[in-house]
């Protein structure tokens, strides 16, 4: 494909992001696109990421969300090549097999154990990242043996689009958790329509409306803060059938905590529409959960977070201005308090005890086409059997 035909594929890509589509549908229309734009052999494979950590909160292929529970615990608990979370937290945000294993795939488990006996030699992974910085998910293609390698040209396709894929993914995942409120601090969502009158609101959102500075209470009228960001998203959109980015800003609340809104322009049959997503301002949904789960303080839920994502022992110092001495102290706490005896090994039990029952969730929810969550599964804080 050259390069032309790639332009327009990254239009219909960002189309498609702006349509506020639940992220099942998101993910079978852009693999379309991308599948012309960058052959693979087996459908793409998506996974939705947890943000703050970096953990995946669900997968889908050719349509379906499901993920063997055997690659989960290579992706966890295994030492090996091109992990999710390698690839988040790379520079570029792609990597492919013969790439980190210096063109051969055979040093990789999983490459001999699964990929070589169903005739896969390429695989190439990227992750979905905002302009923002924030990775939302990851899609990953396959090419089979005596297949041109991916090349400069399709790798650099596919970092360009990435953009629009996070953001799709993104609104998808928010939307639809405010559509489907999983408890009193879910997101919420409000609509408007082209003459800024309120088009929809979701189950819950007039309570963070109350909370908004404004007149919602008294009189009715959208808080200021919220037109505002459906005005400044709008705005940011160049063309009738592209949206623009998503505009966040950051409110006090009447009750003296903040507040995130997400402003996104919504674009289905040459109309748009300004979507506001609301939701607390807490730094990640892991942390109270980690708090409840495991008694963790509030420092050792800094450090946790970090290793969740990767960072080393000098990173994570270097994050929370400490000495590598005192996050190896945390660290001892916190492996104590946790019950293991490694980074690995709590990454794992995190993964296990609150990110695979919400892939589980997830798969179920896709199954029932109701829209899918990101973020920890808030009600289960027990290790399952086999998984320390």
């Known amino acids: 494909m050259g390069a032309y035909a790639r332009g327009r594929a990254g239009e219909r890509l960002a189309r498609l992001a702006g349509q506020g589509l639940d992220v099942a549908t998101f993910f079978g229309e ?5 599948a012309a734009a960058v052959p693979s052999s087996l459908p793409a494979c998506w996974t939705t990421l947890d943000p703050a950590s970096l953990l995946i909160t669900g997968s889908y292929e050719d349509g379906a969300a499901d993920i063997p529970h055997e690659l989960l615990v290579w992706e966890y608990l295994e030492d090996d090549f091109m992990k999710t979370v390698d690839v988040a937290r790379s520079p570029q945000g792609t990597q492919t097999l013969l790439g980190v294993t210096g063109g051969d795939p055979s040093r990789s488990r999983l490459y ?3 990929l070589q006996p169903m005739g896969i030699e390429q695989t ?4 979905l ?6 990775t939302w998910g990851s899609v990953g293609m396959t090419r089979a043996a005596g297949q041109a390698d991916f090349d400069a040209d399709e790798l650099s396709f596919l970092r360009a689009v990435s953009p629009a894929l996070a953001e799709g993914t993104r609104r998808g995942l928010l939307v639809g958790e405010a559509t489907d409120p999983e408890g009193s601090e879910a997101p919420g ?6 003459d800024w009158d309120v088009e929809s609101l979701t189950p819950g959102v007039e309570r963070w409306l109350a909370e908004l500075p404004g007149r919602w209470e008294a009189e009715g009228r959208l808080p200021p803060s919220v037109v505002a960001v459906a005005a400044r998203a709008l705005r940011t959109a ?3 059938e592209i949206p623009g980015e998503v505009a966040v800003a950051r409110v006090l609340s009447r009750g003296g905590r903040w507040v995130l809104l997400h402003g996104a322009a919504l674009v289905a049959n040459g109309a748009r529409r300004g979507a506001v997503i609301i939701e607390p301002a807490h730094p990640a949904r892991i942390t109270p959960l980690l708090m409840a789960a495991y008694g963790l303080s509030e420092r050792e839920q800094d450090v946790t977070r970090l290793v969740l994502r990767g960072d080393s022992t000098a990173e994570i110092a270097q994050a ?26 709590l990454v794992g039990k995190v993964f296990f005890a609150h990110y695979e029952p919400r892939v589980r969730d997830n798969e179920q929810r896709v199954t029932a086409d109701k829209p899918v969550r990101g973020g920890p599964f808030p009600h289960r804080v027990a290790m399952p059997p086999g998984c320390s």
Not at 124 to 127: G, I, K
Not at 129 to 134: A, I, K, L, V, Y
């Open 30 to 34: 852009a693999g379309q696109v991308l």
């Open 112 to 114: 001999r154990d699964h």
């Open 124 to 127: 190439l992974e990227v992750a």
């Open 129 to 134: 990242r905002t302009r923002t910085g924030e």
């Open 189 to 194: 969502l409000v609509v408007l329509g082209a």
């Open 238 to 240: 160049e063309h009738a």
């Open 320 to 345: 929370l201005f400490v000495s590598p001495y005192t996050v190896q102290q945390h660290l001892k706490h916190i492996f104590d308090k946790t019950g293991v005896r490694s980074r690995r090994e």
